[in-house]
């Protein structure tokens, strides 16, 4: 599912983080700038987790982690793939193994 707009920018999520723990609601925020009351709420949650005052999920660098790793996870994967094709037609074609017993 795609994206309807390009995400907000980081220094309007601060501002408006900022501005909920300045005592304003994210339903007024909601009504003054363009993101849901839920979506400023979730901003306020990760902050809090990125600045160690939650515990109940992973900061944001964790996530950055997490993603950074299943994509080179993704690449090995590939790569693993194309090598084991590529050694079992070199194998092949040097007649080390028959033909037709491949694992691809």
């Given at each position: ?18 501005l909920v723990?300045?005592?304003r ?22 902050a ?16 950055d ?18 090598l ?7 194998a092949r ?12």
């Amino acid at each position: 599912m795609s994206k309807s707009r390009p995400p907000y920018p980081p220094e309007l999520r601060r501002q408006l983080v900022e501005l909920v723990r300045s005592g304003r609601s994210p339903e007024s925020l909601a009504e003054e700038y363009e993101p849901s009351g839920e979506s400023i709420r979730n901003w306020v949650k990760q902050a809090d987790r990125d600045h160690g005052k939650r515990q109940d999920g992973m900061t944001t660098e964790e996530k950055d982690e997490l993603a950074r790793l299943r994509r080179e996870n993704r690449t090995l994967r590939e790569e693993r793939t194309i090598l084991a094709k590529a050694a079992a037609w070199f194998a092949r074609e040097t007649g080390k193994i028959p033909p037709g017993s491949s694992n691809s």
